[in-house]
């Protein structure tokens, strides 16, 4: 079992995480970054990305993220492939970390960037479909479905917030919901049922994602009525689950505080946590904007505060100040 230490810790790959690492790496921190599951995050198991800044054609979300880790590493810092299963915040700084490999992280700073999950149906056809019709994201694949038929799975705040975002691509967009009522905010309602692009089914539950024969995409949606049980098929070009996302808190359970949706908290404005020295960053922290390009602004704000953070008290404790590398 090794010990590995760090003046900065990073725990997860994705944009928010490797964004603090270059940071962190070019503020001289020798930061590691500890990758968990999905290294890369949640942008390598989409395809086209066209909206992250510095590429006029689409790129592909895993080539993006295999960017990002070599920009990280070939500014200093260490990619580690292993995933953090406990973590003591209590005793303060240096933190230590244990990984699911039996190796201990030892952290000056921690930056938590674990994520958060989208939750799925789990019905047939859904993963095969993903990126070729299904998505979990009306921000960042609507525009692919330019003057289409979507559907919206859901119906809470984000399947009301979706609905309404896609009426920006399409004029034929329908909510789809298992009851017969929605549970998101009186006010999106009134503009969901005021909008004459949106159309609400009532008590239909998907129970399949069904393609075209050419494999091309999403042909339609399989739909069981949750009253009388009949099963009729919807045709769609899109469908967006929205049922909302899953942050990755469970280590920090007890640990940080939380919402209650299991999203950290952080002070406004700011990627601090309420224990000086851990920092985080991206979805884990953002359940509203849920972003690459967000994630890996918040990811450089926790770097840019972290390298603050020991400078400062490197500075109180009367050492010689580490030179600080041009942001
Ligand atoms: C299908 C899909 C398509 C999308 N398309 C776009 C798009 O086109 N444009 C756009 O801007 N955004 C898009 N997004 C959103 C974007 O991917 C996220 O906003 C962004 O990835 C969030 O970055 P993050 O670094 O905060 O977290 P994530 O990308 O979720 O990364 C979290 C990281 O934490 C790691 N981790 C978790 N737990 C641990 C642990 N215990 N120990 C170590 N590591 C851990 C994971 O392995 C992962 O590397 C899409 C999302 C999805 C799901």
């Not at 989409?46 to 295999?66: A, C, H, K, S």
Request: charge should be negative; include cysteine.
């Amino acid at each position: 079992m090794t010990t590995h230490t760090t003046r900065m810790l990073i725990i997860g790959s994705g944009p928010a995480g490797l964004s603090a690492a270059i940071y962190g790496a070019r503020a001289g921190m020798q930061p590691i970054v500890v990758q968990g599951l999905q290294p890369g995050g949640q942008l390598t198991i989409t395809t086209d990305v066209e909206n992250y800044p510095g590429f006029r054609d689409v790129i592909q979300g895993p080539w993006l993220m295999e960017q990002m880790q070599a920009q990280a590493e070939h500014v200093g810092t260490r990619v580690i492939w292993d995933t953090i299963v406990d973590i003591d915040l209590a005793s303060g700084s240096p933190f230590t970390a244990t990984g699911d490999s039996g190796d201990t992280y030892v952290g000056d700073v921690v930056v938590i960037a674990t994520g958060a999950q989208a939750k799925w149906l789990g019905v047939l056809g859904e993963q095969e479909l993903g990126g070729k019709g299904v998505s979990a994201c009306a921000t960042c694949d609507g525009f692919f479905f330019r003057g289409k038929k979507v559907a919206v799975i859901g119906g809470g705040n984000t399947a009301v917030e979706e609905a309404l975002y896609l009426t920006n691509h399409s004029d034929d967009v329908t909510l789809i919901h298992r009851r017969d009522e929605l549970r998101s905010e009186k006010i999106l309602q009134d503009r969901l049922f005021a909008n004459p692009k949106i159309k609400v089914l009532w008590n239909k539950q998907v129970t399949r994602f069904l393609g075209d024969p050419a494999g091309q995409g999403l042909a339609s949606l399989e739909l069981k009525d949750t009253v009388t049980g009949a099963v009729s098929d919807f045709i769609a070009d899109g469908a967006f689950v929205a049922i909302g996302h899953k942050p990755a808190t469970e280590l920090f359970k007890g640990k940080l505080p939380m919402d209650e949706n299991g999203y950290l908290l952080v002070e406004p404005g700011t990627p601090r946590t309420s224990i000086p020295g851990v920092f985080a960053c991206g979805d884990v922290m953002d359940h509203i904007y849920r972003q690459a390009v967000t994630a890996a602004g918040t990811g450089c704000m926790a770097a840019l505060d972290a390298e603050r953070f020991l400078a400062h008290r490197e500075f109180e404790a009367g050492k010689e100040l580490p030179s600080v590398a041009a942001y």
